[in-house]
């Protein structure tokens, strides 16, 4: 059974940067493509950022491309979502997810991923 755990949100003034963590136990990160989500209050999950399990493929959604960065780092089993030049529209829980996949594969779709994180809270503000 894999856990996630997400660690690194928080209250940030518009076009500051925050980093987000999510740490995964039980498992190897290795073996998982992981996924990073978000939901603002009366709003659907929606996707944000995603990393193959070679770390060679990502996508992002366009409303962060350009500002946020997907990583990770499987030594440390932890995946890394940057965020920079943050906007109050950014302001969300945001979620991780993984999923057992093949190597140079991401995943877009909730749908798609079996195993979440708790979520962290993204505050920005005007």
């Known amino acids: 059974q894999v856990q996630l755990v997400e660690s690194g949100g928080g209250l940030v003034q518009a076009g500051g940067s925050l980093r987000l963590s999510c740490v995964v136990s039980?498992?190897?990160?290795?073996?998982?493509?992981m996924g990073w989500f978000r939901q603002a209050p009366g709003q659907e999950r929606e996707f944000v950022a995603t990393?193959?399990?070679?770390?060679?493929?990502?996508y992002y959604a366009d409303s962060v491309k350009g500002r946020f960065t997907i990583s990770r780092d499987d030594a440390k089993n932890t995946v890394y979502l940057q965020m920079n030049s943050l906007k109050p529209e950014d302001t969300a829980i945001y979620y991780c997810?993984?999923?057992?996949?093949?190597?140079?594969?991401?995943?877009?779709?909730?749908?798609?991923?079996?195993?979440w994180g708790q979520g962290t809270q993204v505050t920005v503000s005007s």
């Open positions: 997810a993984a999923q057992v996949g093949p190597y140079n594969v991401f995943l877009l779709s909730s749908a798609q991923y079996h195993s």
């Open positions: 039980g498992r190897a990160l290795g073996i998982y493509v």
């Open positions: 990393i193959s399990r070679s770390a060679h493929a990502t």
